[in-house]
């Protein structure tokens, strides 16, 4: 099973969709409107680590991406819109294209 984290954002349901279509299967979503959230640890189970730049401040994207990277974990920033989600994932998963078969 893959899965990822969403750090940032309020609702991810367009996200999340694009997740699916890239074969993720379980998505967690950290809001991280409280402050608090800098003292998570990225659960074992997550690739990959999405943080949503508009909607986190500067402790928590430092923390997470220093932590993904002392774990090995993946992690892509972008803003908090489908379409900035789906090109991070392109670049970071076909560096020569991306098309996606819809269904």
């Given at each position: 099973?893959?899965?990822?984290?969403?750090?940032?954002?309020?609702?991810i349901d367009?996200?999340?969709s694009?997740?699916?279509?890239?074969?993720?299967?379980?998505?967690?979503?950290?809001d991280?409107?409280?402050?608090?959230?800098v003292k998570?640890?990225?659960?074992?189970?997550?690739?990959?680590?999405?943080?949503?730049?508009n909607?986190?401040?500067?402790?928590a994207?430092?923390k997470?991406?220093n932590?993904?990277?002392?774990?090995?974990?993946?992690?892509?920033?972008?803003k908090?819109?489908?379409s900035?989600?789906?090109?991070?994932l392109?670049?970071?998963?076909?560096?020569?294209g991306?098309?996606?078969?819809?269904?």
């Amino acid at each position: 099973m893959s899965a990822v984290l969403v750090i940032g954002g309020d609702k991810i349901d367009s996200i999340t969709s694009v997740l699916q279509d890239f074969s993720f299967e379980k998505v967690t979503h950290w809001d991280a409107r409280n402050p608090s959230v800098v003292k998570k640890e990225i659960p074992q189970d997550v690739q990959l680590v999405i943080m949503l730049t508009n909607f986190l401040n500067h402790n928590a994207m430092n923390k997470f991406k220093n932590e993904a990277k002392r774990k090995a974990i993946e992690f892509i920033c972008a803003k908090r819109s489908e379409s900035s989600v789906f090109c991070e994932l392109c670049k970071k998963y076909n560096p020569h294209g991306c098309i996606l078969d819809k269904k």
